[in-house]
């Protein structure tokens, strides 16, 4: 093996090599562009060789994973050398490099068109290479009448033509005009009738994009195409570098049987005629050989066949014969055309009615599920899905819930949510979905998310039929030793609705019911607890006379739980212990649920969505994704009143929706018979910006949504908690929740060092289905520069997505940076102006100051600008010590001990930003103990404005201080969105 | 639009080449590599050449100790992706005469002009060995 040319990048790449681990190769990798940035500095004395040799060894180095952001340039100039090796090394290397967007790229565009249009065919091509893979817009607008003149010359040649193909092809993608001229589908067709195979390759390709586009400017290019694929198919005139294996370039076959498939039909009989010669010569003249690339080489172009059959629509015949061709593959041995197959046969269930025949198959697709290869298993579980219906749904859920058991975890979630769909969708009778769905919280509880079983509660309601045999299934799972929780869950609920029904059943009773149930509770979670003790309560209203030993029993554990913890299990055993004692009104108020409104699964829509998504981004990875980056974020405790984060489904009748309910779907499932049809956010709209320019927190939240009547806020999305509140914790903390509403939380986590810092934005999408038009734009105020990484148009369901924020501080400046967050819910959207608390006090180090330090810098400091006084009243009423917190928790840090008056206060602290660097600051507060409303302050620092702006925010903090953490006081306005005040007040 | 990356990568993770025919940041880049990687090389011989990972298909293809990644949408014809990752070796093999990971490794430069000629901005330009091969010979020859 010969060396490269060049030795020192051969040496390089051996050293490189050689490095025992990562952290070797970075210490070479560093010294490599130390020496790479010295060399380009100091540019005299550099050879083009030297240059060529460096700007490779950056892109090796930008292989392994390092930035070279600094040699752009250099590669950039190098396209101007004259010189073939260097030039072709600059186009090389920037193409690799940079993208469209770099403005580097700009100052090559003239070298770049000259040697366009210039009379060396070695630099057209290099040209054309660089404009076909990295050019942009303004490429497309400067050069398209060069490259189209090339590409039609007759004079030029195959080497660069088929450059200037996919060359225009680059441009016609930026901007589409570019073929926007007379005559141009004649040039295409022209075009096409090229001999050389090169030139039709690249072509080919120009031409898809095109059609693709707009296939009715070019119906004269379809005999073309077909003429091009005879000549192929019948081996006519193709020169033996273009065979491949035998086959004349399946590549070019396989294209143009794609650029036929944009084309509705082939209405012209004569060339309908000639393609179906054609393609009924591959499907039938595809035999398996031997060779492995010849192989799949003739298979390559079979398969491009079956799906130009299969969209052309051709007669049965010929359709049953594509169907009887897959349904041999997806039984061979070699995986590849296995994996084809059934990829096929999904493809041809949505092109045309053939299902009858694919159904032969189907037990061995039900093998293919089985197969060792997920991949294969995956598009095998995409045709059960596809290929059932109400005529073998039972035979294919039944494998589907069979598989369950064993299937990879990556797979089981996606299973579970397909099972439970084909189930709902085709169920031949409701008591063998309630079966399918019970089996699958059997075996897959952890892979059930809530909605299937939500939604098989809301069949068992709204069918009167299957009440009593859910009740007894329900019944039955208890029995077994362990259960998921679900299970529990969902027993627990269909048993305090539908227990009754099995009274006379063997260990039915209420009172065996309740036992049965309670052995569960100490195995379960919080949310879980909730829903059993509202069994409990139905249970106690169902056993009528009351049996005074249950009622007991039941009554111990509602006043057991009356000073839980968790706030929703405290409230529902207040109330339902409460309620419990009213004897006849408990039956009206505990009574069954009502039906539910008839609508549209959420669990399709939810498929509908994680289809989007691919196989590994499932819902499961996503989920786990959110949880693991919850427990970062949400540090802050909830204030012992906001509702829990988990909802689940309530069992008391609430005549309105609980507006603070987290989640849509849940609060549908809620029993409101209200149709939920989103509005426009108007308090929302309202109040967001009080929320940036205001006073902070003296209209909260919460007052505001008190004088609006309780209809107004139903369907509305709104904020859950106070903006401001949530913002001014935020400035005394690193890590919290900035919004939060019942679609989406958005959570900050935050690190500050000297000038600079670093915010996440976490944005979390609570919904099961997907945010979509997602904005997030940042209005910095003119000190801070603020550089937010791209947000993504769509958060999938569940999924969240983190968004890091640097934060550069130029100057002082009390001013704040607003975050303009918006996304569309249902039609409406959605938007919130939030403040960001990247505040001035982020900027503080608090460093105490002795003494010694401090009075010299004190006295130095002489008066305005650099030392300002002010007497400010109006001071919120605190005491000195809660002052001092308050000081300390912006980050100016009390030096006790400095001021021999105690009623006094000393602070100081270094502030840092890119203009003043780091820098004392350094307040005295002096108190009147005879009045606390007024004080005098005095800030002082070398930087005038720095002075100003710490006073005036130190007084902002001292007027009107936010209030932390509000005392739990239920207000009102709080209790009408709560289900059990509500009830209190209706009784 | 067809091919959106090439790589080439040795069995111990390594990554000997790689080409992008979109946009991605360093990070990304990383990350999907590693990706990638650690899901291909996990499998085993008889298991298909197809992965599915995020919006991309990977078609893969193993040479002794290198592995040949690309990744397409779901427009591209899987067998004739499989079949030009052999082109690409046999033209490989044409010019380095019995090519193996070093060759790729140190010449890493013509690796690159020839993948040029064969593919641009994710389409196939050339399949023609003779027609790739021609600018490296002519520069051999000139140097």
């Not at chain 1, 039984?331 to 949505?350: D, K, S």
């Not at chain 1, 058991?405 to 299973?415: P, V, Y």
């Not at chain 1, 600008?865 to 009390?894: D, H, T, Y």
């Not at chain 2, 298909?48 to 078609?59: P, Q």
Request: with cysteine.
């Amino acid at each position: 093996m010969a060396l490269s040319g060049m030795r020192g990048l051969s040496v390089f790449i051996s050293e490189i090599r050689n490095c025992q681990n990562k952290e070797q190769e970075r210490l070479r990798v560093d010294k490599e562009l130390g020496n790479i940035r010295t060399r380009f500095k100091n540019e005299k004395g550099l050879t083009p060789y030297d240059k060529k040799k460096y700007v490779w060894k950056m892109l090796y180095i930008f292989m392994l994973g390092y930035d070279v952001d600094f040699g752009h340039m250099e590669a950039v100039s190098l396209i101007s050398a004259p010189k073939y090796p260097e030039k072709q090394v600059g186009y090389l290397v920037t193409s690799c490099l940079l993208n469209e967007n770099h403005d580097f790229l700009r100052l090559a565009i003239n070298t770049v068109r000259n040697d366009i249009i210039g009379r060396n065919e070695t630099f057209q091509c290099l040209a054309l290479t660089l404009v076909g893979n990295i050019g942009g817009r303004e490429f497309a607008e400067s050069l398209a009448p060069d490259v189209q003149k090339l590409l039609l010359s007759s004079s030029c040649r195959p080497l660069v033509k088929k450059k200037a193909a996919l060359c225009l092809l680059r441009l016609f993608r930026k901007n589409p005009d570019v073929v926007n001229v007379d005559g141009w589908s004649d040039l295409m067709a022209q075009l096409l009738d090229e001999r050389n195979l090169g030139v039709l390759t690249s072509s080919m390709s120009l031409f898809v994009a095109l059609v693709s586009n707009n296939h009715e400017a070019y119906w004269s290019c379809l005999p073309k195409c077909v003429k091009i694929l005879e000549r192929l198919a019948r081996n006519q005139d193709v020169p033996q570098e273009y065979t491949y294996y035998g086959i004349p370039s399946p590549w070019l076959q396989v294209k143009t049987m794609r650029a036929l498939q944009y084309f509705p039909t082939v209405e012209d009989p004569n060339t309908r005629r000639s393609l179906f010669e054609v393609l009924q010569r591959i499907l039938m003249g595809t035999d398996v050989v031997k060779n492995v690339n010849k192989n799949n080489a003739s298979h390559a172009v079979l398969f491009e066949a079956l799906a130009l059959v299969m969209h052309l629509d051709a007669e049965k015949e010929m359709m049953s014969q594509c169907v009887a061709l897959l349904g041999k593959f997806i039984a061979v041995r070699e995986p590849n055309i296995r994996y084809l197959g059934l990829e096929n046969m999904t493809r041809m269930l949505m092109v045309t009615d053939v299902q009858d025949i694919i159904k032969r198959h189907q037990a061995q697709i039900i093998t293919s599920l089985k197969d060792p290869d997920i991949s294969i298993r995956r598009r095998a579980l995409d045709l059960l899905y596809g290929m059932c219906d109400v005529s073998n749904a039972k035979d294919i859920v039944e494998e589907l819930l069979q598989y369950l058991g064993t299937a990879d975890f990556t797979m089981r979630e996606e299973l579970a949510l397909k099972a439970a769909i084909l189930a709902e969708k085709f169920a031949p009778d409701l008591s063998w979905y309630v079966d399918v769905i019970l089996q699958l919280i059997d075996k897959a509880g952890d892979f059930v998310s809530d909605d299937i079983w939500f939604r098989v509660v809301q069949f068992v309601t709204n069918n009167e039929d299957l009440q009593p045999y859910a009740a007894l299934k329900a019944r039955e799972y208890l029995d077994k030793p362990a259960i998921h929780e679900t299970m529990v869950k969902v027993s627990a609920y269909l048993l305090g609705e539908y227990s009754h029904l099995l009274a006379r059943r063997p260990g039915c009773s209420p009172k065996d019911i309740f036992v049965i149930i309670h052995e569960k509770l100490p195995t379960v979670s919080t949310p879980t607890i909730s829903i059993l003790l509202s069994t409990y309560a139905k249970i106690l209203m169902h056993s009528q006379p009351p049996d005074p030993e249950l009622q007991n029993q039941i009554w111990a554990i509602f006043s057991k739980y009356e000073t839980c913890i968790d706030a929703e299990i405290q409230q529902r055993a207040v109330e339902y212990f409460a309620l419990s004692k009213k004897g006849a009104a408990l039956m009206d108020i505990l009574a069954e649920m009502p039906k539910f409104p008839e609508r549209e699964s959420s669990l399709i829509k939810k498929a509908e969505d994680t289809e989007a998504d691919t196989a590994e981004l499932s819902a499961i990875k996503l989920r786990a994704q959110q949880q693991a980056s919850n427990a970062l974020v949400v540090t802050d405790q909830r204030p012992a009143n906001e509702p829990p984060q988990v909802t689940q489904l309530g069992m008391v009748k609430i005549p309105s929706v609980d507006h603070t309910s987290v989640d849509q779907e849940l609060t549908e499932a809620n029993g409101n018979s209200h149709e939920v049809d989103p509005q426009p956010d108007v308090l929302g709209d309202l109040l967001s910006p009080l929320a940036i320019e205001g006073p902070p927190a003296v209209v909260s939240e919460e007052d505001a949504l008190a004088l609006a009547p309780v209809e107004d806020q139903q369907n509305s999305v709104k904020p859950i908690g106070d903006i401001a509140e949530r913002f001014h914790a935020l400035c005394i903390k690193d890590s919290g929740v900035l919004y939060e509403d019942p679609n989406v939380q958005i959570g900050i986590k935050a690190e500050w060092r000297g000038h600079q810092g670093r915010l996440v934005l976490f944005l979390g999408n609570k919904t099961t289905f997907s945010l979509t038009s997602v904005q997030a734009v940042i209005l910095p105020p003119s000190h801070l520069k603020l550089d937010l990484s791209s947000v993504p148009e769509i958060i999938p369901p569940r999924a969240q997505v983190q968004c890091p924020l640097e934060v550069i501080n130029l100057r002082p400046s009390r001013d704040v940076a607003v975050l303009d967050f918006s996304y569309k819910f249902g039609t409406n959207l959605v938007d919130n102006k939030l403040r960001l608390p990247a505040v001035i006090n982020k900027f503080f180090q608090p460093i105490p100051v002795s003494a010694e330090e401090f009075f010299p810098q004190w006295r130095s400091l002489a008066g305005p600008p650099l030392k300002l006084q002010e007497v400010v009243r109006g001071v919120r009423a605190m005491s000195l010590g809660e002052m001092a917190n308050l000081l300390n928790s912006l980050r100016l840090i009390v030096c006790p001990g400095l001021d021999p008056n105690p009623s006094n206060l000393v602070a100081t602290t270094t502030f840092y930003s890119e203009s003043t660097r780091a820098m004392l600051c350094l307040v005295r507060i002096e108190t009147d103990p005879a009045d606390r409303t007024q004080l005098r302050m005095t800030v002082a620092s070398q930087d005038p404005t720095l002075t100003f702006e710490l006073k005036e925010y130190i007084k902002e903090q001292l007027i009107s201080i936010p209030i932390a953490s509000k005392p739990p006081v239920p207000q009102p306005p709080i209790a009408t969105s709560d289900p059990g005040a509500l009830l209190a007040g209706l009784l | 639009m067809g091919i959106r990356f090439i790589l080439m990568v040795n069995k111990q993770g390594q990554t000997r080449l790689a080409q992008y025919y979109e946009y991605l940041t360093l990070e990304e880049r990383r990350a999907l590599e590693g990706e990638i990687i650690r899901k291909c090389l996990a499998r085993n011989e008889q298991q298909c050449s197809f992965v599915e990972h995020r919006n991309y298909k990977i078609v893969y293809r193993r040479y002794a100790s290198l592995f040949f990644l690309v990744g397409v949408d779901n427009e591209e014809n899987e067998l004739a992706i499989l079949e030009f990752i052999h082109l690409l070796v046999e033209t490989m093999d044409r010019h380095f005469g019995n090519v193996c990971e070093l060759d790729i490794m140190f010449h890493l430069e013509k690796a690159h002009f020839m993948l040029e000629e064969m593919v641009m901005n994710g389409c196939i330009v050339e399949t023609s060995k003779t027609n790739i091969l021609a600018p490296i010979q002519l520069m051999d020859k000139a140097s």
